[in-house]
């Protein structure tokens, strides 16, 4: 209730605690996966110093740059399906609308 007594009306997209809550999930889950993914190809198995090597520090720069560049170009390619799939839902949606006012 708002301050004249009448109801909030509630927004019209999708919940934003969720929204945040999820992409919070989504890039922990990017940064576990690329941490674990650069770590196992690049690290080291000996462990002799507390430092990453010259060696395993570009190793580990490069695997984090084409991570995260796959995964943009993974992003772009899902936007893209996502906007196909919206734009065909509502190209269905005024079909129908078309067949049912007559």
């Known amino acids: 209730m708002n301050f004249f007594g009448k109801e909030d009306p509630k927004p019209a997209g999708p919940d934003p ?6 992409e919070m999930e989504m890039y922990t889950n990017l940064f576990n ?5 650069c770590f196992e190809k ?4 000996k462990h002799k110093e507390n430092d990453l090597a ?20 993974v992003g772009v390619v899902l936007q893209k399906a996502n906007e196909a799939q ?14 049912g006012g007559r």
């Open 17 to 22: 605690l969720f929204a945040a809550t999820t």
């Open 33 to 37: 996966k690329m941490a674990s993914t």
């Open 42 to 45: 690049c690290a080291s198995r």
């Open 54 to 73: 010259l060696g395993e520090m570009s190793c580990t720069d490069r695997c984090v740059s084409k991570y995260l560049e796959a995964q943009e170009k």
């Open 86 to 99: 919206m734009a065909q839902q509502q190209n269905l949606a005024e079909m129908q609308n078309a067949l």
